[in-house]
Every structure is written in C-alpha cells, then in structure tokens.
C-alpha cells in the first residue's frame, strides 16, 4: 500500500516527505536530531532549526525522499 506523503512547513520552508522513497539511512536524524525525531508522531519540525539548516540536511538524503521548498524564493 502507498503511504501518504508527509508535509511540514514554516513561513521560510516547506519540507515533504515520502515513506515509500525513505531508505531509513537516519542521515537526517543524525545530522540534524532536533528537526527530524521520529519518536514524535510529527517527526519533522523544521521550526527548530534554520530554513538554511534545514535545506542543508535535506540536500543529504540519500534516497530523495525528503525535499524542500524555500517559501520566499517562490
Ligand atoms: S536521510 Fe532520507 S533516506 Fe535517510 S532516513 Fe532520512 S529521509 Fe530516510
């Protein structure tokens, strides 16, 4: 079965991401554990870092299973 793609945002960033892409490297968790906690039923929080912080870790993932959208370059 699909799994829904998951989306969480600020006013500076919107993050995606999609469970049947994740390859569960925890690269995301490791570099940035605030953000990305998956012990919270809203795993992702990109309010607790940077819009650039954010961005940067999401460039990390191998699988493309996270991406991002900065707000104000639209
Ligand atoms: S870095 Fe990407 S592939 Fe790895 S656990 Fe996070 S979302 Fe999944």
Redo the contacts with the bound molecule.
């Keep these: 079965m699909t799994k829904r793609l998951q989306v969480y945002e600020t006013d500076e960033i919107s993050v995606s ?1 999609d469970p049947n ?9 490791r570099g940035l554990p605030a953000v ?1 906690d998956v012990k919270r039923k809203h795993w992702i929080r990109p309010e607790l870092a940077t819009a650039e912080e954010v961005a940067e870790q999401i460039k ?7 991406q991002y959208k900065m707000k104000r370059d639209a």
């Design positions: 991401f892409v994740c390859i569960h490297s925890a690269v995301c968790i990305f990390r993932c191998p699988s493309g299973a996270l």
